[in-house]
């Protein structure tokens, strides 16, 4: 490859600031998400426990984390917004946090990749990224104060870049990793070392600065063996995990744009490891950002959602990684998987089996899952079920967060086990105000099943986690006597 046929390095910054382009991108995100903004914090059942927490702070001034290690600044952020304006008004916090990360995306584009508009449209319309700037969670928070510290690194601003990477962490935790991007993002100068530890310095005051809230709630030891027991309690067998891991690593670009993503870095690879010979700044940082994320994505629990910062990474390399070809088809295969899965796993409430399985995509199945969960949650706040029955629902916060029908058990010792079970799934028990011997469970092992049942219990679950049930939990339901719910619409 010749230098002329190499990705272009970064250059200097364009004259016009290119304000109709970014006005026209804004406007169209915006519209775009005004489907998923309104009626749900989302189909995360996490985002109901930050709507749980945040409420809860807005109107008592009382803060607990809505699940360890604790997203403080998110939780914080975002309890004026719940309190204020329930879930349309928090996932518009969400969407302008994702809206600014986009300025500065653009911003950040327009100097140091090959086909700016290209990579700003891309990244407004990633479907991860969608669901990222719609619902109730810490992804777009913690994203805009990625770029922000990739830009000021950029701009040789380490205070700045630092301060923004600790605010990164709080509120995400998990992405204090990617601080290695704007350490190798500063210019290479004699200070270097010097300005790289005045990086990690601010960053690390920052990042101690945002979970104040989190130890001075808590204090150290507890909120330790609070992340260790949550760790713990989602262990999963090493092939079963690396499994997963692997295969929602690929459902969050889809199967099409991950093949073309092998495609673009196996056929650019000799130019990419050239660039970075040659002191591309870009190529290192995100190469190593990406490879640090895709680690802590297999050795910590595997959500897809994990990988939302990657996204900028990933587009910066494929910018450069080739022609300008690979980065319109990959963006363009980004964008089908919103709409079309080409999904390699048929699947069915007992798992999956290998099989070509075309389905709605990411987007649709978003509205699906809202519209799944709002009709589950009507059905039970009514249904007419005999007294002293547990309820197996997969997930208890999307049941009981803001429904007047329901509360959470206020004494998680009622099952009368050793350990309160409620902590061991991160969920609550949950009853019906009308019924005072009906509750509701996320799952159960088999030892509790048996234990409800001879005291008398009624077991039944609802027909969408029969397989979670038999899974998780290695219950039998036929032999233990569990009823299956069926659900309306399913």
């Given at each position: 490859?010749?230098?002329?046929?190499?990705?272009?390095?970064?250059?200097?910054?364009?004259?016009?600031?290119?304000?109709?382009?970014l006005?026209?991108?804004?406007?169209a995100t915006?519209?775009?998400r005004?489907?998923?903004?309104?009626?749900?914090?989302?189909?995360d059942?996490?985002?109901?426990?930050?709507?749980?927490?945040?409420?809860?702070l807005?109107?008592?001034?009382?803060?607990?984390?809505?699940r360890?290690?604790?997203?403080?600044?998110?939780e914080?952020?975002?309890?004026?917004?719940?309190?204020?304006?329930?879930?349309?008004?928090?996932?518009?916090?969400?969407?302008?946090?994702?809206?600014?990360?986009?300025t500065?995306?653009?911003?950040?584009v327009?100097?140091?990749?090959?086909?700016?508009?290209?990579?700003?449209?891309?990244?407004?319309?990633?479907?991860?990224?969608?669901?990222a700037?719609?619902?109730?969670?810490?992804?777009?928070?913690?994203?805009?104060?990625l770029?922000?510290?990739m830009h000021?690194?950029?701009?040789?601003?380490?205070?700045?870049a630092?301060?923004?990477a600790?605010?990164?962490?709080?509120?995400?935790?998990?992405n204090v990793?990617l601080?290695?991007?704007?350490?190798?993002?500063?210019?290479r100068?004699a200070?270097?070392?010097?300005r790289?530890?005045?990086?990690?310095?601010?960053?690390?005051?920052?990042?101690?600065?945002?979970?104040?809230?989190?130890?001075?709630?808590?204090?150290?030891?507890?909120?330790v063996t609070?992340?260790?027991?949550?760790?713990?309690?989602?262990?999963?067998?090493?092939?079963?995990?690396?499994l997963?891991?692997?295969?929602?690593?690929?459902?969050?670009i889809?199967?099409?744009?991950?093949?073309?993503?092998?495609?673009?870095?196996?056929?650019?690879?000799?130019?990419?490891?050239?660039?970075?010979?040659?002191?591309?700044?870009?190529?290192?940082?995100?190469?190593?950002?990406?490879?640090?994320?895709l680690i802590?994505?297999?050795?910590?629990?595997?959500?897809?959602g994990?990988?939302?910062?990657?996204?900028?990474?990933l587009?910066?390399l494929?910018?450069?990684s080739?022609?300008?070809?690979?980065?319109?088809?990959?963006?363009?295969?980004?964008?089908?998987?919103?709409?079309?899965?080409?999904?390699?796993?048929?699947h069915?409430?007992?798992?999956?089996?290998?099989?070509?399985?075309?389905?709605?995509?990411m987007?649709?199945?978003?509205l699906?899952?809202r519209?799944a969960?709002?009709?589950?949650?009507a059905?039970?706040?009514?249904?007419?079920?005999?007294?002293s029955t547990?309820?197996?629902?997969?997930?208890?916060?999307?049941?009981?967060?803001e429904?007047?029908?329901?509360?959470?058990?206020?004494?998680?010792?009622?099952?009368?086990f050793?350990?309160?079970?409620?902590?061991d799934?991160?969920?609550r028990?949950?009853?019906?105000i009308?019924r005072?011997?009906?509750?509701?469970?996320?799952?159960?092992?088999?030892?509790?099943?048996?234990?409800?049942?001879?005291?008398?219990?009624?077991?039944?679950?609802?027909?969408?986690?029969?397989?979670?049930?038999?899974?998780?939990g290695g219950i039998?339901?036929?032999?233990?006597h569990v009823?299956?719910?069926?659900?309306?619409g399913?």
């Open positions: 490859m010749t230098a002329a046929n190499l990705p272009a390095a970064p250059g200097p910054a364009r004259p016009s600031p290119d304000g109709a382009f006005g026209v991108v804004l406007l915006a519209l775009s005004l489907p998923f903004i309104a009626g749900s914090y989302g189909s059942p996490d985002a109901w426990r930050v709507a749980f927490v945040a409420r809860r807005w109107e008592q001034g009382a803060y607990d984390v809505s360890f290690p604790g997203y403080p600044l998110h914080i952020a975002a309890a004026p917004f719940v309190g204020l304006g329930g879930a349309t008004l928090s996932n518009i916090f969400s969407l302008l946090l994702f809206l600014a990360a986009l500065v995306w653009h911003s950040l327009r100097t140091h990749a090959r086909s700016p508009r290209l990579l700003t449209a891309a990244f407004a319309l990633t479907p991860l990224l969608w669901l700037s719609s619902t109730t969670l810490d992804y777009a928070g913690s994203l805009f104060f770029l922000v510290s000021r690194s950029l701009a040789d601003r380490p205070v700045q630092g301060v923004a600790g605010a990164m962490a709080g509120f995400r935790p998990s990793l601080a290695v991007v704007p350490l190798l993002l500063l210019p100068t200070a270097t070392p010097q790289r530890a005045l990086v990690l310095g601010t960053a690390a005051a920052s990042a101690v600065a945002s979970f104040l809230p989190v130890l001075l709630r808590y204090g150290a030891t507890e909120w609070a992340c260790l027991r949550q760790v713990g309690g989602v262990a999963e067998p090493a092939s079963r995990h690396a997963m891991a692997a295969y929602r690593g690929v459902d969050s889809g199967p099409a744009a991950a093949l073309l993503l092998i495609a673009a870095l196996a056929s650019g690879w000799s130019g990419l490891r050239r660039q970075h010979a040659e002191g591309d700044r870009m190529v290192a940082a995100a190469g190593a950002g990406l490879a640090l994320l802590g994505f297999f050795a910590l629990p595997a959500e897809r994990y990988l939302v910062p990657g996204a900028p990474l587009l910066l494929v910018d450069r080739r022609s300008r070809v690979w980065p319109a088809t990959f963006a363009a295969a980004l964008l089908l998987h919103g709409f079309v899965n080409f999904d390699m796993v048929r069915s409430p007992e798992g999956g089996v290998p099989g070509l399985n075309i389905r709605r995509g987007l649709l199945d978003e699906a899952k519209e969960a709002a009709r589950k949650r059905y039970l706040s009514v249904a007419d079920l005999p007294d547990v309820v197996l629902v997969g997930s208890g916060p999307p049941l009981w967060v429904n007047p029908a329901m509360q959470f058990e206020p004494d998680p010792f009622w099952l009368g050793g350990d309160p079970l409620v902590e799934f991160g969920d028990a949950v009853r019906r009308d005072a011997g009906l509750r509701f469970l996320p799952v159960l092992s088999r030892d509790e099943a048996v234990l409800l049942r001879r005291r008398g219990f009624t077991l039944a679950c609802t027909e969408d986690v029969t397989g979670y049930v038999r899974r998780a039998d339901l036929d032999s233990l009823a299956v719910l069926p659900l309306p399913r």
